[in-house]
């Protein structure tokens, strides 16, 4: 069984003590493939680093992230697109709107992503979004902006929201949060998409699946997000797992190493 980590944040200081032991064991249950977004221009370096050291497991992203607002400017945008030209990373991201809280300033935000997603438009590359409390504001932008495609990380809207971004080439991804027995409206619409709607993530070290409360996530802990999946939809791990790691390769343009290479 291969797996497919689409959203985990492994470049964190979290991670400083044992990372190299957790990779070892995502190799060993499957998981061989991680998407590590970036959220602020200080850690892209740090980011870039790692990734070029796992670089067959470790995919980098390229972003800024809309709660980091306050501390983006104008220049970053710049050095982004410059950036994504001179390293070509799977996607940029993560970027999106949080409208949870009043704050950070929500013009800002919309700023910001608006000229993201006109970046990945530019590059032609597929977006990872963070979006809370803006699905139609954020649905508004992708469509004037014609953006080739992406993932909603940790999917929190409406079954027509939903829709909505399916319509629009975009996966929904979902992670420890669907674990929990008490999450009844994020499991009941998981039982009501397409297995082709969904993507696998962790968000690690954010967001543990249910059993891990107050831990430490781990991308790692992916099997047991699969595993709820499966029961919810009534559909093997197996193909599940296959399913995600076929839409994530397709997604971020990554090869199948199971189909020969092309000539």
Same mark, same amino acid.
Not at 73 to 81: C, D, G, M, P, Y
Not at 219 to 227: F, G
């Given at each position: 069984m291969?797996?497919?980590?689409? $959203?985990? #944040?492994?470049?964190?200081?979290? *991670?400083?003590?044992?990372?190299?032991?957790?990779?070892? $064991?995502?190799r060993r249950i499957g998981l061989n493939n991680i998407v590590i977004p970036g959220v602020t221009r200080e850690r892209w370096g740090r980011l870039l680093t790692l990734c070029a050291q796992h670089r067959t497991m470790l995919h980098p992203a390229l972003g800024l992230h809309p709660l980091f607002v306050e501390?983006?400017?104008?220049?970053?945008?710049?050095?982004?697109?410059?950036?994504?030209?001179r390293h070509r990373p799977v996607a940029v991201g993560e970027i999106g709107l949080d409208y949870y809280v009043d704050q950070p300033d929500r013009k800002r935000q919309l700023h910001y992503f608006e000229a993201q997603l006109e970046i990945a438009t530019d590059a032609g590359l597929p977006v990872i979004l963070h979006i809370r409390k803006a699905h139609d504001i954020a649905l508004s932008c992708l469509r004037r902006k014609n953006v080739p495609g992406?993932?909603? $990380?940790? *999917?929190?809207?409406?079954?027509?929201?939903?829709?909505?971004?399916?319509?629009?080439? *975009?996966?929904?991804? *979902?992670?420890?949060?669907?674990? $929990?027995?008490?999450? #009844?409206?994020?499991?009941?619409?998981?039982?009501?998409?397409?297995? #082709?709607?969904?993507?696998?993530?962790?968000?690690?070290?954010d967001m543990p699946p249910a059993g891990h409360h107050g831990e430490r996530?781990?991308?790692?802990?992916?099997?047991?997000?699969?595993?709820?999946?499966?029961?919810?939809?009534?559909?093997?791990?197996?193909?599940i797992a296959r399913q995600t790691t076929l839409a994530a390769r397709k997604l971020f343009a990554l090869p199948d190493p199971l189909l020969p290479a092309p000539t």
């Open positions: 291969e797996l497919f980590d689409s $959203h985990c #944040h492994l470049d964190l200081p979290a *991670f400083d003590p044992d990372r190299d032991a957790i990779l070892a $064991h995502c501390q983006h400017n104008e220049s970053q945008l710049t050095e982004l697109a410059e950036q994504i030209r992406g993932v909603v $990380h940790a *999917f929190n809207g409406s079954l027509q929201q939903a829709e909505q971004y399916l319509a629009l080439g *975009f996966r929904l991804g *979902f992670g420890g949060t669907v674990t $929990h027995s008490g999450a #009844h409206r994020l499991r009941r619409l998981v039982r009501q998409l397409p297995l #082709h709607a969904l993507l696998l993530e962790t968000d690690a070290p996530n781990r991308p790692d802990y992916l099997p047991e997000i699969l595993q709820s999946i499966a029961e919810l939809c009534d559909e093997e791990p197996l193909r």
